[in-house]
């Protein structure tokens, strides 16, 4: 595809339930970041993969929070158990190692209930 | 800790005026800093510097690095009302590839 798409784009959830948010990354791009932006905040990094791997995994929560990559294309973020605070735009980022430069997608913005 | 910060927080001008924006960080293992434009949700890209004192230009905006003083600047001349949108500047640590971003300035633009 053309950018970095996300899915899906509004997900509204009760408190406790578990949620999966999707990212397919910009074709041949081998890097994919997660960030998220909670309301009035900046953008916080979550996670960063290289192919299938997850070099850093720094910036995860808590581990309610996990992430993975398969094919090293589409990667999909898990919150189990979801917590008000936990409520944020979750953005997907694309990138390949011969430029820093990474490209964003257009965000899930979860609420929880 | 990783640290940047964006002045101004938020700036209200009219159409046709010019704004500089800036952007100071100190972070370990600096490698490039780039500078991205949010309008609703996803941040779009506008400039990548790596290196000091040499300025990138797309139309109406530039931006120059300056790596000794660790900050850099974002102008936009003749601004228009499209111009309305959060500008986020954010570093790249060598080796870790994640963006640390700043709070970003929330420009307004007034017709």
């Known amino acids: 595809g053309a950018g970095v798409s996300q899915s899906p784009s509004n997900k509204v959830t009760e408190k406790g339930k578990d949620v999966e948010l999707r990212c397919d990354p910009i074709?041949?791009?081998?890097?994919l970041y997660w960030y998220r932006q909670s309301l009035g905040q900046g953008l916080e990094f979550l996670i960063y993969?290289?192919?299938?791997?997850?070099?850093?995994k720094s910036g995860l929560p808590s581990d309610r929070f996990s992430a993975e990559r398969t094919g090293g294309s589409v990667s999909t973020l898990t919150i189990q158990r979801t917590q008000q605070e936990d409520s944020a735009v979750y953005l997907c980022?694309?990138?390949?190692?011969?430029?820093?430069?990474?490209?964003f997608g257009p965000g899930t913005r979860l609420t929880v209930l | 800790e990783d640290k940047v910060v964006q002045s101004p927080l938020s700036l209200v001008v009219h159409e046709g005026d010019t704004v500089t924006l800036n952007c100071s960080y100190e972070?370990?293992?600096?490698?490039?800093l780039l500078w991205y434009k949010q309008e609703k949700k996803a941040p779009t890209f506008l400039f990548m510097l790596?290196?000091?004192?040499i300025e990138k230009k797309s139309g109406r905006l530039s931006s120059i690095l300056d790596k000794k003083e660790l900050f850099s600047i974002l102008n936009i001349t003749a601004t228009q009302t499209g111009d309305s949108a959060v500008y986020l500047c954010?570093?790249?640590?060598?080796?870790?590839?994640?963006?640390?971003f700043g709070q970003g300035t929330r420009l307004t633009i007034n017709p």
């Open positions: 980022a694309s990138g390949n190692r011969a430029t820093d430069t990474q490209y």
């Open positions: 074709s041949g791009h081998t890097a």
């Open positions: 993969f290289q192919g299938n791997s997850a070099p850093d």
């Open positions: 972070v370990t293992n600096f490698r490039s």
């Open positions: 790596t290196s000091s004192g």
């Open positions: 954010a570093p790249i640590i060598q080796g870790a590839q994640k963006l640390v």
